[in-house]
Structures are given as C-alpha cells and as structure tokens.
C-alpha cells in the first residue's frame, strides 16, 4: 500500500510547519562547518542510516527524498517534515614505520577526525494530485582532519577542511500511476581551508614556517530523479547527480618563515599570486529499488558510480624550499561504484526494524596519495527503528559502522630533510573505522 494517499484540492502549510521548517533550517547550517567524514556521505541522520544507503533513491518514505531522490515526493501527501540529528566519531590513527626520516620525530599525530555533529532537514508540499515540491538542507559532502602541530607528517599536511553545505529546492510530477519526475536545485556553499608546516632550509633549530589558504564559494549543480512504480509491492528509482564546481582560489598566508625562504618566495611572486584550488564534487548516477514482499518483509538495494577521476587535482606543501618552483602537487584520483543491499522486517504495527550493507570502491590507487585524504573503499553495515506513534508523527534511532581497512602512506621528499626537503613519511592507517549515531523525527499535516 502507498504510503500516501492522493489528496483532493490544494493543503495549505500551517504556520507551524513554516516555524519548524526556519528553525530546523537555521540550526543545521549552523552545525554543518563542524560535520565531517569520509569524502562523500550518504549519511545526514536519516533512516538511511540504518540501511546503509540500500534502496537510497526508491524508498521515498519521508521527506529525505528530497535529497535521494526528488521523484518520491508524489507519494508523500499534504505537508511533512523530517528534521534528523547525528553524530559521527571517526578513528584515524597513523602508525609509524622504519622508513620515517628519523628527525621528523616520533608523534604519529594523534586521531585527527574524532567527534563530529551534523543533521538535516527536509520538507515537502502536495500542491496537487500531481505536483509536489520540497526543500531540503544538508551537509554530505566533506572531510576535516587535524593532526597534532608537531606529528612526522607535518610537511604534508596539518588540518583540512572541505565541506560542502546543500540548500535543495525540488520539485516532482507525477506523469502517471507509475512514472513520476522530479529535479533539484543544487545550491552548495563550500568551505576549504588547508594548512602545511614549512621546513625552514638551513635554519637548525628553528621552529616550522605554515602556509594556509582558504576559502569559501558557492557552486551550482541540478539533480534529477526517475521513480517508477512496476506495482504497489514494487518500485524502482534512477538518479543523476551533476557536477558542482567550487571555484576555490586563495592567495597563500606565510608565517614563520625564515630569511632565505621569504626571500626566494617573494623573488617568485608567490607571497602574492592566488592559487587556484578548484574542486569538483563529482557527477553520479545511482539506480534502487524497493519490494514489499509481504506486510512484514521489504527488500532493498541499489547500485551506483561516481565519476571521482574529475574531483580536483591539487594539494599545497613545498617540495623543496631551496628551489620553491611550486605551492601545488597534482592528484590522481579514479571513478568509483557503490552497491547496497539491505531489508525492512515489520516487528508490530508501531515498531519497523531496518539493516543494511553497503560497499564503494577506492577512488585512491595504491599508496594514499595526501594525509588530509585518510579515506578510500569502505564497508557500511546499518541497523536502525522507525516508531510510528501515530498516522501524523514517528521518530527513528540509527546506527552505522563504516570499515575502511588499512590505508598505507609512502611519501618521500625530493630533497633531504636537513636541506630543506619534506623527508620520508611511511606508515599505515589501521583499521580505520567511522560510527554514525542517528535520530530522525518526521511529522505530517
């Protein structure tokens, strides 16, 4: 049966939807600069926690369809809210091998994700039978790491941040009993900021020079969204996401920097130029589906790809401050796909139990290739609730474990250390693992 019945004439928003949708709105763009994890999240403290992303564009259950796919907002009727809070801890920790330069020291830089808050927030209105249209916001795109100041690695990297804030207006067509459309609006405001210790060349003793840049920029992206519905039971959902570019360009802060080097910057003018630190979220396309098998039993799964070979191809740092050619190193990175499979088991009329597991390939080949990018293929394994208090009000509790394995990090410098070069960082990343914690809260008028 679908979850939502057509309604006759035009529903009206209440003034308390409107309220809760400001506040809502205003509390989670105030805690998105502190979310992070992992490069690209199918987590914003939705039931799709639980799910670990599987059936992420056919379930259209609530209103976080706005963001997984904007078609399944012709079955949601009247007015509903989603409101969802999380908390992710990351655990990051880098251990030291035999082929570290010795004089970088012995501090393996501490956790550098550690605890994070983020949530979201959706919103959606049947203007008819037909038509619908929503709004949405939510952080699902980022990292932020920060090591201790003094770990080996400094020279590499010290703290990145690259968040990517989502304001989502949509709307959705029903074209007929089966087919319904649905296109987004992506309006994305990006947060960058990067920071690298500098070795100061031929200044023993001397504490490390920094370079910082940052900055902050829209980007425009549109996402489009196909559900058909093969039968009440059965319902399949194809989205694309397009390309969002932020157009990051920041001229470089120096601090700490000794005479010689100062001086063979400025001689190159790079005190003074911007570098252009453009990122590319990448385009993808994702198809789902969703089978109610009986009144207690649902199947769910999707398969996707992102196009990550286009993410962007710079990271800042000084290679060899004898010879400063360059503030910028290219990386490579390639496309990668993701497969989910997951089920709903209805334990009793109020209580819906939901679990999943998810794989995405690396989109980082051998060796990491940057410190501030402790990520690459991941395993999701989600469990989660759904209380239905009643037919205008339910709430849910998720969890989710996300495995990265072991990451191996291999860097060596162009020049030695004591000459000004970065030294040799090797290591590895253990067991990387993230825990999301979720709630979600979901009203209909």
Same mark, same amino acid.
């Given at each position: 049966?679908?979850?939502?019945?057509?309604? +006759?004439?035009?529903?009206?928003?209440?003034?308390?939807?409107?309220?809760? +949708?400001?506040?809502?709105?205003?509390?989670? /763009?105030?805690?998105?600069?502190?979310?992070?994890?992992?490069?690209?999240?199918?987590? /914003?403290?939705?039931?799709?926690?639980?799910?670990?992303?599987?059936?992420?564009?056919?379930?259209?259950?609530?209103?976080?369809?706005?963001?997984?796919?904007?078609?399944?907002?012709?079955?949601?009727?009247?007015?509903?809210?989603?409101?969802?809070?999380?908390? *992710?801890?990351? $655990?990051?920790?880098?251990?030291?091998?035999?082929?570290?330069?010795?004089?970088?020291?012995?501090?393996?830089?501490?956790?550098?994700?550690?605890?994070?808050?983020?949530?979201?927030?959706?919103?959606?209105?049947?203007?008819?039978?037909?038509?619908?249209?929503?709004?949405?916001?939510?952080?699902?795109?980022?990292?932020?790491?920060?090591?201790?100041?003094?770990?080996?690695?400094?020279?590499?990297?010290?703290?990145?941040?690259?968040?990517?804030?989502?304001?989502?207006?949509?709307?959705?067509?029903?074209?007929?009993?089966?087919?319904?459309?649905?296109?987004?609006?992506?309006?994305?405001?990006?947060?960058?900021?990067?920071?690298?210790?500098?070795?100061?060349?031929?200044?023993?003793?001397?504490?490390?020079?920094? *370079?910082? /840049?940052?900055?902050?920029?829209?980007?425009?992206?549109?996402?489009?969204?196909?559900?058909?519905?093969?039968?009440?039971?059965?319902?399949?959902? *194809?989205?694309?996401?397009?390309?969002?570019?932020?157009?990051?360009?920041?001229?470089?802060?120096?601090?700490?920097?000794?005479?010689?080097?100062?001086?063979?910057?400025?001689?190159?003018?790079?005190?003074?130029?911007?570098?252009?630190?453009?990122?590319?979220?990448?385009?993808?396309?994702?198809?789902?589906?969703?089978?109610?098998?009986?009144?207690?039993?649902?199947?769910?799964?999707?398969?996707?790809?992102?196009?990550?070979?286009?993410?962007?191809?710079?990271?800042?740092?000084?290679?060899?401050?004898?010879?400063?050619?360059?503030?910028?190193?290219?990386?490579?990175?390639? $496309?990668?796909?993701?497969?989910?499979?997951?089920?709903?088991?209805?334990?009793?009329?109020?209580?819906?139990?939901?679990?999943?597991?998810?794989?995405?390939?690396?989109?980082?080949?051998?060796?990491?290739?940057?410190?501030?990018?402790?990520?690459?293929?991941?395993?999701?394994?989600?469990?989660?609730?759904q209380n239905e208090v009643d037919r205008s009000f339910n709430w849910g509790l998720s969890a989710e474990y996300v495995y990265g394995g072991t990451l191996d990090l291999q860097k060596t410098g162009e020049?030695?250390?004591?000459?000004?070069?970065?030294?040799?960082?090797?290591? +590895?990343?253990?067991?990387?693992?993230?825990?999301?914690?979720?709630?979600?809260?979901?009203?209909?008028?």
């Amino acid at each position: 049966m679908r979850d939502s019945q057509q309604a +006759a004439g035009r529903p009206r928003v209440s003034s308390r939807a409107r309220r809760l +949708a400001m506040v809502a709105s205003l509390s989670v /763009v105030a805690i998105g600069e502190a979310t992070a994890g992992g490069i690209s999240l199918y987590e /914003v403290g939705t039931a799709d926690v639980g799910l670990a992303s599987a059936g992420y564009g056919a379930r259209a259950q609530d209103a976080s369809t706005v963001l997984t796919n904007p078609a399944g907002m012709t079955r949601l009727a009247g007015t509903q809210v989603l409101a969802a809070a999380q908390l *992710l801890y990351g $655990d990051v920790d880098f251990s030291r091998a035999a082929g570290t330069s010795p004089a970088l020291g012995s501090n393996e830089g501490g956790n550098p994700i550690g605890w994070f808050p983020g949530g979201s927030f959706f919103i959606t209105q049947q203007l008819t039978p037909e038509l619908s249209v929503g709004f949405g916001t939510a952080g699902n795109f980022g990292l932020a790491v920060k090591y201790d100041s003094s770990w080996l690695g400094r020279y590499y990297g010290q703290e990145g941040t690259l968040i990517g804030l989502s304001l989502l207006p949509s709307i959705a067509y029903r074209v007929n009993d089966r087919l319904s459309l649905g296109a987004t609006v992506n309006a994305m405001f990006g947060i960058m900021k990067q920071q690298v210790a500098i070795n100061n060349p031929g200044a023993f003793g001397r504490p490390d020079g920094r *370079l910082e /840049v940052s900055d902050r920029e829209w980007g425009w992206g549109l996402n489009l969204g196909l559900l058909y519905e093969v039968d009440p039971a059965t319902r399949l959902g *194809l989205t694309w996401n397009s390309q969002v570019k932020l157009d990051f360009s920041a001229r470089p802060d120096f601090s700490g920097l000794s005479p010689v080097l100062a001086a063979a910057l400025a001689s190159r003018g790079a005190q003074r130029a911007n570098l252009d630190l453009g990122i590319y979220v990448p385009q993808g396309v994702m198809a789902s589906a969703f089978h109610q098998i009986n009144d207690q039993w649902a199947v769910l799964g999707s398969v996707g790809w992102q196009q990550w070979s286009k993410f962007g191809k710079v990271d800042i740092g000084i290679s060899d401050t004898r010879n400063p050619a360059s503030l910028t190193t290219d990386l490579d990175f390639k $496309d990668t796909w993701h497969v989910a499979l997951g089920g709903q088991y209805r334990m009793s009329q109020p209580w819906l139990l939901n679990f999943g597991i998810a794989y995405d390939s690396a989109f980082q080949s051998g060796d990491i290739q940057s410190p501030l990018l402790p990520a690459n293929s991941a395993w999701r394994f989600g469990v989660g609730v759904q209380n239905e208090v009643d037919r205008s009000f339910n709430w849910g509790l998720s969890a989710e474990y996300v495995y990265g394995g072991t990451l191996d990090l291999q860097k060596t410098g162009e020049a030695p250390l004591l000459l000004g070069g970065r030294g040799d960082v090797e290591g +590895a990343y253990r067991n990387i693992g993230l825990l999301f914690m979720a709630a979600n809260f979901n009203w209909k008028f």
